[in-house]
């Protein structure tokens, strides 16, 4: 398949995940999953798709040049819920590899994760791929993967 002209400019820029608490959360991606603060702003206007009065900080982190930006609302505050359910219309997960994945969980634990129940497959099969899914401190899905050396990825 030939990329188009046009595809053949865009650029990945990041996702954007809005968060109950930020030094939560910071605590969570920072310094549980390594990544790093690359810009933090502070933003009191209205922007679209946000209820007025709006105020709001935005912060962006980066590992291994994936880009997530952390928005926290202070007005009008956070509504919803992540989805729970990975059959769910829109972003259902972001995934890490981790050479040992059972002590990624226990280790993601101290930072605020929660192990998602019933997600852990490949036990059966040492040599096969592994899985298992956590939820960030407000609930999102974190998936662990580990793919055996040889394995088409």
Same mark, same amino acid.
Not at 5 to 27: E, I, K, N, Q, W
Not at 111 to 132: I, K, N, W
């Given at each position: 398949?030939?990329?188009? +002209?046009?595809?053949?400019?865009?650029r990945?820029?990041?996702?954007?995940?809005?968060?109950?608490?930020?030094?939560?959360?910071?605590?969570?991606?920072?310094?549980?999953?390594?990544?790093?603060?690359?810009?933090?702003?502070?933003?009191?206007?209205?922007i679209?798709?946000?209820?007025?009065?709006?105020?709001?900080?935005?912060?962006?982190i980066?590992?291994?040049?994936?880009?997530?930006?952390?928005?926290?609302?202070?007005?009008?505050?956070? @509504?919803?819920?992540?989805?729970?359910?990975?059959?769910?219309?829109?972003?259902?997960?972001?995934?890490?590899?981790? #050479?040992?994945?059972?002590?990624?969980?226990?280790?993601?634990?101290?930072?605020?994760?929660?192990?998602?129940p019933?997600?852990?497959?490949?036990? #059966?099969?040492?040599?096969? +791929?592994?899985?298992t899914? @956590?939820?960030?401190?407000?609930?999102?899905? @974190?998936?662990?993967?580990? @793919?055996?050396?040889?394995?088409a990825?």
């Amino acid at each position: 398949m030939t990329q188009n +002209a046009a595809a053949a400019t865009y650029r990945t820029s990041h996702v954007g995940l809005c968060v109950t608490d930020l030094d939560r959360s910071m605590r969570f991606y920072r310094d549980g999953l390594g990544f790093e603060e690359v810009a933090h702003y502070v933003l009191d206007e209205q922007i679209p798709e946000v209820d007025a009065p709006c105020s709001l900080t935005s912060t962006m982190i980066v590992k291994d040049g994936f880009r997530i930006e952390l928005l926290a609302y202070s007005k009008p505050g956070v @509504i919803g819920e992540p989805h729970h359910r990975r059959n769910h219309l829109g972003l259902t997960h972001l995934s890490f590899f981790a #050479d040992d994945i059972d002590q990624a969980v226990e280790t993601m634990v101290e930072y605020g994760g929660t192990p998602v129940p019933h997600t852990r497959s490949g036990l #059966d099969d040492p040599e096969a +791929a592994q899985f298992t899914f @956590i939820a960030d401190p407000d609930g999102n899905r @974190i998936e662990f993967m580990f @793919i055996p050396a040889g394995t088409a990825w």
